[in-house]
């Protein structure tokens, strides 16, 4: 190759218009996702592996012992079937509404990122793309950790991770929408305490919901994680139908179309003024 | 290993395919997601001289930037209040303004991070904000805040604005290694940006604008905070990128900046800009060639004034120093009254102090 083409590769190709809604745009926010991650794997994988190891000692040997079966399942197919779906949840939504919050706040990074050819809806797509992504794989990890714990996994399990993914695309959007409606650190303790917990309790994840209230399991329909639960315990024991699968995978979708406008239009207001 | 330090396997797993940005598809495929002809080609090789040539196949008569009768307020606050202001392509203008003129809001406008809320804004013939995507392609940003990764290295940190640019694959590496020797930085590519010194860092914040090689550069206070001789380093830079013929609009508010670096300052106060032109016919058009500096004596500082205004001559306040400008033109009558001034050049800080009653710093 000579100098002359080298210098006229680095050039940007023509300008032509671009998209509204350009998927180089959404990979560039992810590669540069990608590029941080490179520097922090190694605790991101740690957390991600450690995490549900305790949970399932803890609760598996600890309540375990004392519960032998729980709506037809043994307690370690029960749990360790809803600690991915928990893991899932943390995995993507945590950091939604941390790292964004600290990167349009204090970092300025979207000043940046809005400085070069992208756009809100890009920033907010390749955010959420890239934790549902790595929810998909460290989602799988619980899985496994229950697999060496006793739990015997169908064929099914093969797909938890489209599942993993689609549930963190969904909670992702969801931790974005809410770190672009808080206006300070300080918010987070509602967020933690009033959303987080109640939304991984009532979800069937340590006990079934059917042992809730009747508004309670009302309220659980409404619930991202639960429909995330079912799908996940219900393919990894062969237990889903056509309903089922139609059911669940709607409400997320319905959920992610609702939580992607609201955060687009939310963290837009944030970083234009 | 993967490029990106991590191991191979978890990047397939986690990616499926190796990230390309623009690398592989041909042209079109990488902005051309509607079918939307093509506008012009990128800028060319870098003409010599200042007067840049226009890219084959665009267009002549396209100011770079244009903005008309352009408002922003917020809240009860005019931070913009009618700007008008045109820059031809392959100039440098120099925004100059005292802090609170309103030299970052333009700046923010112009980058569609903020809204008009009235008039019109025109850049490389795109409209903003609605054709501001487009906009950004062709133009670099260097804001005045920096806002590198500071955990990422320097190689690192050019890399991912490759991707966000849309820099072609095979043409990246070319592209990261021009911005690191622009920047002096050729050996610091491993470094970590925290620990990197403030102008190196301000400098990778320059070249990380301008690795798509862009037609406009916006700069908003580039060597603001940093001293003297860290500044001039940059001037360096800037200059560079004069040499290249893009177009730059620069907002400083250090006078010897403007004056160094500029085809032609724009004085911005209030919101709005007070006058534009070249900095030496600025200076000679408002405030001569020589400015004389009296102390007061006896007299007092009011005193020292109202002598000079009342042969019409216009001054400005430094303590317990008068200056007076056009001090050439002082009859000697006078300068028997005023005593012996200091005397010395006069400067772009004299004419907007005569022309707002402000300093700009």
Redesign the interface.
């Known amino acids: 190759m000579t100098t002359q083409q080298?210098?006229?590769?680095?050039?940007?190709?023509?300008?032509?218009?671009?998209?509204?809604?350009?998927?180089?745009?959404v990979?560039?926010?992810?590669?540069?996702e990608?590029?941080?991650?490179?520097?922090s794997?190694r605790a991101t994988t740690f957390a991600a592996i450690v995490e549900p190891t305790i949970y399932l000692l803890a609760f598996g040997f600890g309540m375990g012992a004392l519960i032998g079966t729980l709506a037809g399942f043994s307690y370690i197919d029960f749990l360790g079937t809803g600690i991915v779906a928990v893991s899932v949840m943390f995995q993507s939504m945590m950091p939604a509404v941390i790292n964004t919050f600290i990167k349009r706040r204090y970092?300025?990074?979207y000043?940046?990122?809005?400085?070069?050819?992208?756009?809100v809806r890009e920033v907010v797509t390749g955010e959420a793309l890239w934790l549902a992504?790595?929810a998909?794989?460290y989602g799988c990890v619980p899985l496994l950790v229950a697999v060496a714990f006793g739990l015997r996994p169908g064929p099914g399990a093969f797909a938890v991770p489209l599942i993993a993914f689609v549930a963190g695309f969904a909670f992702a959007l969801f931790g974005i929408w809410i770190s672009s409606v808080i206006t300070s650190v300080r918010s987070m303790d509602y967020v933690f305490s009033g959303l987080f917990t109640p939304l991984f309790l009532v979800a069937g994840t340590f006990f079934p919901v059917t042992e809730l209230p009747d508004w309670v399991q009302t309220a659980a329909m409404a619930n991202p994680l639960y429909h995330a639960v079912e799908l996940i315990r219900g393919s990894v024991f062969g237990q889903l139908t056509p309903g089922s699968v139609l059911l669940h995978t709607g409400v997320l979708l319905a959920f992610i179309a609702l939580m992607w406008s609201l955060a687009c239009f939310q963290m837009r207001r944030r970083?234009?003024? | 290993m993967s490029e990106?330090?991590?191991p191979f396997p978890?990047f397939v797993?986690?990616?499926g395919v190796r990230?390309r940005?623009?690398a592989a598809p041909p042209?079109?495929k990488?902005?051309?997601?509607?079918g939307?002809?093509?506008?012009?080609?990128?800028?060319t090789?870098p003409p010599s001289g200042r007067s840049a040539a226009p890219a084959p196949g665009g267009p002549t008569d396209v100011a770079a930037l244009r903005l008309g009768g352009v408002v922003k307020r917020?809240g009860t606050l005019t931070a913009v209040d009618g700007l008008d202001l045109e820059v031809p392509q392959g100039t440098v203008l120099g925004l100059l303004g005292p802090n609170g003129a309103g030299k970052s809001t333009t700046m923010?406008m112009l980058?569609?991070?903020?809204?008009a809320t009235e008039g019109r804004i025109s850049i490389l013939g795109h409209e903003i904000p609605a054709?501001s995507?487009?906009a950004?392609?062709?133009m670099g940003?260097v804001?005045q805040?920096d806002?590198?990764?500071e955990?990422?290295t320097v190689e690192?940190n050019l890399?991912?604005?490759s991707?966000?640019?849309?820099?072609?694959r095979?043409?990246?590496r070319?592209?990261i290694e021009?911005a690191m020797r622009l920047a002096q930085l050729e050996d610091r590519g491993d470094t970590i940006v925290d620990d990197l010194s403030g102008g190196m860092r301000r400098r990778l914040l320059i070249v990380r604008?301008l690795l798509?090689?862009p037609e406009l550069v916006l700069m908003d206070e580039p060597t603001v905070g940093l001293d003297p001789q860290v500044r001039q380093e940059l001037w360096g830079l800037i200059d560079a990128l004069r040499s290249e013929g893009a177009t730059v609009l620069m907002s400083t508010h250090y006078i010897e900046e403007a004056e160094r670096l500029s085809d032609e300052v724009a004085l911005m106060a209030a919101g709005r800009i007070v006058e534009r032109g070249v900095p030496s016919e600025l200076v000679a058009k408002h405030a001569g060639r020589t400015v004389a500096e009296f102390t007061a004596g006896e007299q007092g500082v009011s005193g020292l004034e109202r002598l000079l205004h009342a042969d019409g001559f216009a001054t400005r306040r430094t303590g317990i120093t008068v200056s007076a400008l056009r001090a050439e033109e002082i009859p000697e009558t006078l300068l028997e009254q005023l005593g012996t001034p200091h005397r010395r050049a006069a400067n772009l800080e004299d004419v907007f102090v005569a022309l707002t009653g402000e300093n700009v710093e």
Request: net charge positive.
């Open positions: 080298t210098r006229a590769d680095a050039r940007p190709r023509a300008h032509v218009r671009p998209g509204r809604f350009e998927l180089d745009a990979r560039g926010v992810v590669a540069r990608w590029i941080l991650y490179g520097q794997w970092l300025r990074t000043q940046a990122v809005l400085a070069a050819p992208v756009d992504m790595r998909g794989v970083v234009i003024s | 990106f330090r991590v978890l797993i986690v990616i990230f940005g623009n042209a079109e990488q902005w051309n997601r509607r939307a002809a093509v506008y012009r080609e990128p800028m090789t917020f923010r980058t569609g991070q903020s809204l054709e995507k487009w950004r392609a062709r940003v804001p805040h806002n590198l990764d955990e990422l690192q890399r991912m604005f991707y966000l640019y849309r820099v072609p095979r043409g990246r070319e592209a021009r604008a798509h090689r």
